[in-house]
């Protein structure tokens, strides 16, 4: 994938035919009628799989996705595009195959989307407001062969006055402004007159509106399982208002039995890449309990938002990997990489009791030491009811000298030369600590994981002891999540004391832009929202300026 890219999605059609209505080649992405349906509810259509970085999805030892003889797939790739010019992109897609009945369990995807009654204040609108917040539903609809959505519409139950008046609209010829301005002045007037209430409008996906200027709207919707779900793999998909994602396992009652995805990390949920959580073994959820999902959002623009395809439009989806019935133990190293270090430690191959070959193998681990610098095709076979489930894997040992920390004047520094850094206190990572160096702020034992070439190694620990001088502004770790970005980043800065802080903007020729915040402020760590958009301005770099009792600290950004 192109490294600004969204994400792709796969879908497959289920049965031979189903596919008859959808040519070969590009096809116009909408999210009326038919491709409502196609895109989001349909059976016929499932999801197989989303990437939003370049990865390889391993699915556990015993599963597989199922594609009979003569599946179509559907690729389905989205890219933001900031500029005026059309935006070249490429996405190469790889499938592993194996002789069918190989797995014992079938990997399933679901695309949890958000489902609940339209808000209440939505009854409250004018006609104009209305118009301007289901601009998209219409220009979905013009997308879509007006018999198509005739009947489609009245299967979802929309008052046939108002059927009537979209499909003749549609037929004249009206544009997406025409057509949302009588969509949204016939529901204001019907539910003047009481003819309907907002609990009558079955807008299916379009029931996720926030209103405008208005942050922490939280919105939750549950999901039942009728069969038991092993989950494997869950994550999560906004748009640009999201700023928080949670998703929980219920009990048999509805009621939250244990939070299974939190989509905010390091103090920031980045809606662009949002993380994604595998559970190695997995994660059993009895049947008939069920899944809430819970999203939050800040919506900062002057506009009513709702679901949509751009990110001025928003989504609330999350994406769950499973298999149904009694779950499989899971069999071979729990979250695997592909490159190991040659001083990595020995991977223990679970369940105990298997058989494991493979250059390197010895007593039930994989020594990469032994194995040597090079690739070797590791088996582990473990018998289960009467067969064996088998994981393969290809490991590459190369050979990366250990990092070292040494300490000048107050500062920890690491060995130059490795791709990542992630400095850490006691065992646990530093939020922020990503550089070269640091400047412990506590006493206790220090050691850096580093990266290099597909494998991780961590220092020996160093132990620092407290008082430590070292300025003020070298140890507030400022930083902005996400850099670069589209409209809005977030600054993160930590305060060891209470402080007068002083946040401005500048351009990159030196000209102060906003004055952002200007106070005291407690201990501890602290967040300063961004929103270039609103400030009038255009992409490029900026620079902020974090003044901290005299001191500065300047963070570069980048608008794309």
Partial sequence: ????????????????????????????????????????????????????????????AGTAFKWTAGTVLDLNYH????????????LFLNVYTQPNGTA????KTELMQYDAAVPAWVADLSGDELGELLYPIAESFLATSPA??????????????????????????????????????????LIDLNVIDTEDLSLNIYSL???????????????????????????????KYGVDYDVYALDGNGNIANQIFEGTRDGFYDWSHPPI??????????????VRHVATYDNTSDDYVTFG????????????????????????????????CSGSPPLTFMPAGGTLIGNGTQDGQFIPALAGVGTHHITYSYPYEGTNIVAEYDLQVVDVDMPVVSNANGMLTATPGYSAYQWLLNGAPIAGATGINYTPTASGEYSVM????????TSEPYSVSVGIASPLIERIAAAAYPNPYARQTTLSYGLPQPAQVHISLYNIVGEQIATLYQGQQSAGRHTQRIDTQSLGLTTGMYFAYIQVNGETAVVKIVQQ
Wanted: glycine residues 6%; negative net charge.
């Fill in 104 to 107: 014992l369990r079938e990997m």
């Fill in 277 to 290: 959580d595998y559970y190695e073994p997995l994660i059993e959820l009895p049947a008939n309990s069920g």
């Fill in 450 to 457: 580093v990266a290099q070439l597909g494998c991780t190694l």
């Fill in 148 to 189: 198509a959505l005739e009947a489609q519409l009245l299967e979802q139950d929309w008052p046939e006055l108002l059927v009537d008046g979209i499909i003749e609209l549609i037929e004249d010829g009206t544009d997406a402004e025409g057509l949302a301005d009588f969509i949204g002045g016939t529901v204001a007037t």
């Fill in 1 to 60: 994938m192109e490294d600004l890219s969204h994400h792709f999605l796969l879908y497959k059609f289920a049965e031979p035919g189903d596919d008859l209505e959808i040519p070969d080649g590009l096809n116009l992405v909408t999210l009326g009628g038919f491709a409502v349906n196609s895109i989001f509810a349909s059976a016929n259509r499932p999801l197989v799989a989303a990437w939003q970085d370049n990865d390889d999805m391993r699915l556990p």
């Fill in 309 to 340: 395809l751009t990110t001025n439009e928003e989504m609330f989806l999350t994406f769950i990997q499973y298999t149904e019935g009694n779950n499989l133990p899971f069999v071979g190293i729990p979250n695997i990489q592909d490159t190991y």
């Fill in 209 to 239: 509106m926030l209103a405008p200027n208005t942050p922490n709207q939280v919105l939750s919707s549950d999901r039942n399982n009728s069969l038991q779900w092993n989950i494997w793999y869950v994550t999560s998909h906004t748009h």
């Fill in 79 to 90: 890219i933001p595009n900031y500029g005026t010019a059309i935006l070249p992109a490429e």
